[in-house]
């Protein structure tokens, strides 16, 4: 079974950056559709980006685009997120999460991911 591990969040001021990485421990990642979730306290979970198995298409959520850039890097078996000109609203836990279909499209991680990562916290402040 595939395992993700994210990092990269932190605290930071409104209008700041931050990039989020999700590296998979087998090489069978690099043909999943990818993606990250985000969950803030008292709320449900929700998408934020997603991307196809070869990097050639994307899908945001509305809140996140033109802010957010999703990307993988299959030789390193990670996938990323660039956030950029982050709000307070933005805080949250982030999760990658991948769609067990080889090949597949962006809106089989979107609708029914199968593998999640532990999480990683992003806090910004106003």
């Known amino acids: 079974q595939v395992q993700f591990v994210e990092s990269g969040g932190d605290m930071v001021q409104a209008g700041g950056s931050l990039r989020l990485s999700c590296a998979a421990s087998e090489r069978t990642f690099i043909t999943y559709p990818m993606g990250w979730f985000r969950q803030a306290p008292g709320k449900e979970r929700e998408f934020v980006a997603a991307?196809?198995?070869?990097?050639?298409?994307?899908d945001y959520a509305d809140s996140v685009k033109g802010r957010f850039t999703i990307s993988r890097d299959n030789a390193k078996n990670t996938v990323y997120l660039q956030m950029n000109n982050l709000k307070p609203e933005d805080t949250a836990v982030y999760y990658c999460?991948?769609?067990?279909?080889?090949?597949?499209?962006?809106?089989?991680?979107?609708?029914?991911?199968?593998?999640w990562g532990q999480g990683t916290q992003v806090t910004v402040s106003s």
């Open positions: 999460a991948a769609s067990r279909r080889p090949y597949g499209s962006v809106s089989n991680v979107v609708r029914s991911p199968d593998y």
């Open positions: 991307i196809k198995w070869g990097g050639t298409s994307t």
